[in-house]
C-alpha cells in the first residue's frame, strides 16, 4: 500500500515536470521600443542609455511604447551591413508605431533586444503601414533567432482588424 502511494506520487511529480518543461518551451525574447524624451524629467520618467554600435547617450523613457507582444510576424532581410529583420506588427502595434512616428518625428526611438539596447533609430517619417526595418547591433544569427522567436510567439492570435471586407 505504502508503496502504491509512493508511486502514485512519483507519476503525478513526472507529470507536472513534463507539464512544466512543455509550457516553458515558449521563446523568451524581448523586444521593446522606447522613445527619447527630455532630459529635463525626473529620474522616474527618464534614464540615460548608451547605444553600444553609435556610442550615442540618450535619455528615453524607462517604459516601453512597442514590444514583441505588437509583433504579427519577422522575416530577415538582407543588407549590405549584414541581416536585418522587418517586423510587421498587429493593428495594435501599427495604431501605435503610427501615433509615435507621427509625435515624435525628429527624435530617436531606441531598440532594447533582451535588455539590451541594439539600435537607436531618428523617427524621420511617419510609418502608416505597420512594418519597420530594424538593423541593429545583432550578427545574422541573433537576427535569425530573433525572427524565430518572434514567430513562435506570432502563433496566438492578434488583432488584425476587420476581415471581413478584404481590400
Not at 100 to 114: C, E, M
Not at 158 to 166: K, L, M
Request: net charge negative; aromatic share 6%.
Amino acid at each position: 500500500m505504502q508503496s502504491s502511494k509512493a508511486l502514485r506520487l512519483l507519476l503525478w511529480a513526472g507529470l507536472a515536470a513534463l507539464l512544466i518543461g512543455c509550457a516553458s518551451n515558449k521563446p523568451k525574447v524581448t523586444l521593446r521600443f522606447h522613445e527619447q524624451v527630455s532630459a529635463a524629467l525626473p529620474e522616474p520618467r527618464a534614464m540615460e542609455v548608451e547605444v553600444p554600435a553609435t556610442e550615442q547617450k540618450l535619455t528615453i523613457s524607462p517604459y516601453p511604447v512597442l514590444s514583441e507582444k505588437d509583433v504579427l510576424e519577422a522575416r530577415l532581410y538582407p543588407t549590405a551591413g549584414g541581416n536585418a529583420v522587418q517586423l510587421r506588427f498587429d493593428l495594435h502595434g501599427t495604431n501605435l508605431l503610427n501615433e509615435l512616428t507621427t509625435r515624435a518625428r525628429g527624435q530617436y526611438v531606441v531598440v532594447f533586444l533582451d535588455a539590451r539596447p541594439i539600435a537607436a533609430v531618428l523617427l524621420e517619417q511617419i510609418i502608416s503601414n505597420g512594418q519597420f526595418l530594424l538593423e541593429g547591433d545583432f550578427s545574422d544569427d541573433e537576427a535569425q533567432k530573433l525572427v524565430d522567436d518572434l514567430n513562435k510567439l506570432a502563433g496566438r492570435p492578434h488583432d488584425t482588424g476587420d476581415v471581413r471586407h478584404a481590400p
